[in-house]
């Protein structure tokens, strides 16, 4: 029996989902016991958000891939003023000294989360269009520049620095995919850098963060606080892990233990045995992915495909690196299995877009499959 990608992909994702939801209780527990006088308020609120994903998941079985391509850019402008949104006094809502919400009652939505999805469709359509023009500098690398720049300005006035280098490597990602020379993304690479510079350096917040990020250790009762004890936690877990529920990191030792840190209390709880479900299950669905969108023959959906599961990929990694210390602590959540309504809902949206894509792959090869047999 063949095993399709996309049955590969779903159980991943069950797989993720389902081990989130354990891993939210175990490392909220106590703590929402303390503050909310609940120690499943997190874990029932998580269950409304995978109860809403799968209506995601659901719906996005429904949309052909066409509407995308066909209301691409009316779809990106929509997300841009919902960024913009996020400055006007009132509708932004601020948490962590960041106004990257919008309240809808019992439910924060986080646009930056929709403003990826939105990218990538836009992406998707601009590098079909001008396929044949990539290598052209006014063409294929100037607007695919300036466009997803104003979004980063945006998301930056917020602030927002994690989900602005997320759209800055998933574009550059998606250039390279698309064909565009080499020299010019390593050029525009090479221009990011002192801008990068001047805004770390310009911000003391900023600063602080990457000074602890180089040496943690000697900042562990401020900035380097949240990086080391996750290491900590990383390292009391070992090979097998001290068990579900005996992690003694969640114990207000901490902070985003059942967001941004969440893989910390997996390594804690279930060693390296739980990190490497975890990384198995994001491999199998890079390469899912990547076989669905080496399938199809539309180079809208074969980009719209490979930007999908681009995202997901270098969401994990970036959140791992942060987890691990590996990079600067900026909020990303890790997809499927940090707490969180708008990174759960766009995640298994972008899964059942996936999905989709598969199945018209497959609608192809048969359609080709009658032909030759006729």
Not at 31 to 38: K, M, R
Not at 243 to 250: E, S, T
Request: proline share 4%.
């Amino acid at each position: 029996m063949k095993l399709l990608p996309y049955k590969v992909l779903l159980f991943c994702v069950f797989v993720l989902v389902m081990f989130g939801l354990v891993m939210v209780y175990s490392s909220s527990a106590i703590v929402s016991g303390a503050v909310n006088h609940d120690s499943f308020y997190f874990v029932k609120r998580q269950l409304v958000f995978i109860f809403l994903s799968c209506g995601a998941f659901v719906f996005a079985l429904y949309i052909h891939p066409d509407l995308y391509q066909r209301y691409g850019y009316p779809i990106y402008i929509a997300m841009l003023l919902l960024l913009a949104s996020l400055l006007v006094p009132g509708i932004g809502k601020s948490a962590g000294g960041a106004a990257r919400w919008i309240s809808l009652g019992v439910f924060r939505l986080q646009p930056g989360e929709l403003f990826k999805f939105a990218l990538i469709v836009y992406l998707a359509k601009s590098l079909a269009k001008k396929a044949n023009h990539m290598t052209l500098f006014s063409v294929g690398i100037v607007p695919h520049i300036i466009i997803p720049g104003v979004a980063m300005v945006l998301l930056m006035l917020e602030p927002d620095f994690g989900t602005t280098f997320m759209v800055a490597t998933l574009t550059f990602v998606m250039l390279f995919i698309g064909g565009a020379p080499v020299t010019y993304l390593l050029l525009g690479v090479l221009i990011a850098i002192p801008v990068a510079l001047q805004m770390i350096t310009s911000s003391h917040y900023r600063l602080e963060r990457v000074i602890a990020f180089l040496d943690p250790w000697s900042h562990r009762q401020n900035e380097g606080y949240q990086v080391v004890e996750s290491l900590m936690a990383f390292g009391s877990g070992g090979f097998w892990g001290l068990g579900l529920g005996r992690g003694p990191g969640k114990l207000h030792f901490l902070p985003a233990a059942h967001t941004d840190f969440i893989l910390a209390i997996i390594g804690e709880e279930f060693g390296f045995v739980g990190i490497s479900v975890i990384i198995i299950c994001f491999l199998l669905i890079v390469i899912c992915g990547f076989k669905i969108a080496l399938s199809l023959k539309d180079p809208f959906q074969i980009y719209l495909a490979a930007g999908l599961t681009t995202l997901m990929t270098l969401q994990a990694i970036f959140n791992a690196f942060v987890v691990m210390g590996l990079v600067p602590t900026k909020g990303i959540t890790l997809p499927f299995v940090s707490y969180g309504g708008s990174s759960l809902i766009m995640s298994c949206f972008m899964a059942g877009v996936l999905v989709r894509l598969s199945q018209e792959s497959t609608t192809l090869a048969d359609c080709d499959l009658k032909e030759t047999t006729t």
